[in-house]
């Protein structure tokens, strides 16, 4: 037993150091990781208004979501097809989840907002390992004091050109370029993040009023005991300094009540934009480091992340609609 299990360890590690050993010497070209950065680049400005690889991965991840339900629900037969069949196993899928947590009623109301949040974000952070995303787009001079990349152009109007690896440069003072790529996962940019995190925390207060009507808002501006301590009748002394104390109170709740609310916001604009940025500096560095195939594990790591990232936020969306409709027509389980 212990042979046969010494064998299942040793045979992939021998297996990985001499694929390490052969690509050390094979004359394999580097892999030039694009440059590191925050923000969003600037790939077109369009009527004066800056395009962002950003957006136009936000774009295409729409494209692809609406011209892909459109051609499978097209021709919905009542004995689904394969395409059709996967697409109604996912949506029921998404909907048990948040009918278990939410029961019937609800469900029905939460479930087109957050599933849309999930499908959306889930295809965004996979095609950000695509191929198409990261490796080409378009080279831009670089400013005093940054890093670039010689380029070898290959026509004479320098539109089209590649990337030269630093030792076959052009020399000192020649000019360097970064590049900026033409695609970028849309949760890489701070914008994207913040915009469904908002989207998330208005419809909160949305359902919120939905299930209480406008005494939701009293959790924020509690000022009810505060006006008993002086206007309800047969209280005491001792009574209204009490109610008046109790009100205090429950003003500094609302208060803080009032803050989760925009800390709700920060926490989900940051995690999930820190985890598809750090995935995406990952895969360059590991890309760089260990180019080729060794790099694959990593990205079925990614995978898994894009996904448990697009359904953490679904879930938390979720638990946030649950908590403003509490005790207000939620079902019990």
């Not at 926490?267 to 750090?278: E, H, K």
Request: glycine share 10%; aromatic share 12%.
């Amino acid at each position: 037993m212990s042979r046969l299990l010494s064998r299942k360890v040793l045979l992939p590690a021998a297996i990985l150091v001499a694929l390490l050993v052969i690509l050390s010497l094979l004359p394999i070209p580097k892999v030039i990781v694009p440059e590191i950065s925050i923000p969003a680049e600037t790939v077109v400005t369009l009527f004066g208004f800056p395009i962002t690889n950003t957006l136009l991965a936000t774009w295409l991840t729409m494209l692809i979501l609406i011209v892909g339900s459109w051609l499978i629900t097209r021709k919905r037969e009542m004995v689904p097809g394969r395409w059709q069949g996967a697409l109604e196993m996912i949506v029921e899928a998404l909907y048990n989840l948040v009918e278990g947590a939410a029961g019937r009623k609800w469900a029905r109301r939460f479930f087109p907002i957050v599933a849309t949040i999930f499908i959306f974000l889930l295809v965004s952070n996979w095609l950000g390992l695509t191929p198409l995303y990261g490796g080409w787009g378009v080279l831009e001079p670089v400013r005093e004091g940054e890093h670039g990349q010689a380029v070898q152009w290959l026509n004479r109007s320098e539109s089209l050109g590649l990337w030269v690896p630093a030792e076959q440069g052009h020399g000192e003072g020649e000019q360097t370029y970064k590049l900026a790529p033409l695609f970028r996962s849309a949760a890489t940019d701070m914008n994207t993040t913040v915009a469904l995190a908002i989207i998330s925390v208005v419809c909160t207060q949305i359902f919120g009023v939905w299930a209480s009507g406008v005494p939701y808002f009293g959790k924020f501006v509690a000022v009810s005991r505060v006006i008993q301590a002086f206007t309800k009748p047969r209280l005491g002394c001792v009574g209204r300094i009490g109610t008046f104390f109790m009100g205090i109170i429950d003003l500094f709740v609302g208060l803080i009540e009032t803050i989760s609310e925009f800390g709700k916001i920060i926490s989900f604009s940051f995690r999930l934009f820190g985890n598809i940025f750090a995935g995406e500096v990952l895969l360059g560095v590991i890309g760089f480091l260990i180019p080729y195939l060794v790099s694959l594990p990593f990205y079925g790591l990614e995978l898994f992340v894009g996904f448990v990232q697009a359904l953490v936020f679904m879930m938390l969306s979720v638990a946030f609609f649950i908590t403003a409709i509490s005790g207000h027509g939620a079902e019990e389980h």
